[in-house]
Nanobody, 119 residues
Framework: VQLQAFGGGLVQPGGSLRLSCAAS????????MGWYRQAAGKQRELVAT???????KYAGSVKGRFTISRDNAKNTAYLQMNSLKAEDTAVYYC??????????????WGQGTQVTVSS
């Protein structure tokens, strides 16, 4: 089972980016999916999560600017980031609770994608 994150890059303040997180492998089902971020010198923090039923939760710092969504048919989660600020600069990681075809559950992490907000 593997998670891959895509879509990071350099964007100006006020701009937008869309991150994608695709799960692959012997997947039976996926529970909650989420995005976390870690800025230089800081601890990893929760950005947003979404359950398999579509219920969402956001960190206060991104509420109203970021939107998490998922496509269960594609085993993919997305993070639409609007009105980006310099303080959003971080490595963004995706996370998912994945049940394999053998019945095991894994707390899986993607490799991280850099988001830099700078003029």
């Amino acid at each position: 089972v593997q998670l891959q994150a895509f879509g990071g890059g350099l964007v100006q303040p006020g701009g937008s980016l869309r991150l994608s997180c695709a799960a692959s492998g012997s997947i039976f089902s996926i529970g909650a999916m989420g995005w976390y971020r870690q800025a230089a010198g800081k601890q990893r923090e929760l950005v947003a999560t979404i359950t398999s039923a579509g219920s969402t939760k956001y960190a206060g710092s991104v509420k109203g600017r970021f939107t998490i969504s998922r496509d269960n048919a594609k085993n993919t989660a997305y993070l639409q980031m609007n009105s980006l600020k310099a303080e959003d600069t971080a490595v963004y990681y995706c996370n998912a609770d994945i049940r394999t075809t053998l019945g095991n559950w894994y707390d899986s992490w993607g490799q991280g994608t850099q988001v830099t907000v700078s003029s």
